[in-house]
């Protein structure tokens, strides 16, 4: 694992809410940290209601965990472009983070712990 990114199982029950929905609930969470910026859960897809997400073109690149496919939330009320990332391959170091997925977090999308 890269010296700089540390990944635990995240304490306790955690929740995505996007446009008043929530996407889901997971006591299986993982928490990524990586440097200064702060720290990042990661829900377990099987806990995610994958029909709020839609599969965008977008992809980046990280040197310490690979590349990343992103998806937008998709509700009645509103569509999140490019909100939720995925590793669905990541570098051999981050492995644990494969099946996962992370949320940007802002004013439409909120992840809480319960």
């Known amino acids: 694992m890269s010296d700089h990114i540390t990944i635990r199982k995240a304490p306790g029950k955690w929740s995505v809410r996007s446009g008043g929905a929530v996407l889901g609930e997971s006591a299986n969470a993982l928490e990524l940290s990586e440097g200064d910026y702060d720290p990042v859960i990661y829900f377990p897809r099987e806990d995610i209601a994958m029909a709020f997400l839609d599969r965008s073109d977008k992809t ?7 590349d ?5 939330i998709v509700n ?9 990332w995925s590793y669905e391959n990541p570098l051999p170091a ?7 997925l992370a949320f940007v977090v802002g004013d439409s999308v909120k992840v809480e712990q319960i």
Not at 60 to 66: A, I, L, R, S
Not at 68 to 72: G, N
Not at 94 to 100: A, D, H, P, Q, T
């Open 60 to 66: 980046t690149h990280c040197p310490h965990k690979g």
């Open 68 to 72: 990343a496919s992103y998806y937008s």
């Open 76 to 84: 009645r009320s509103s569509v999140t472009k490019d909100a939720v």
């Open 94 to 100: 981050m492995e644990r983070i494969k099946g996962y």
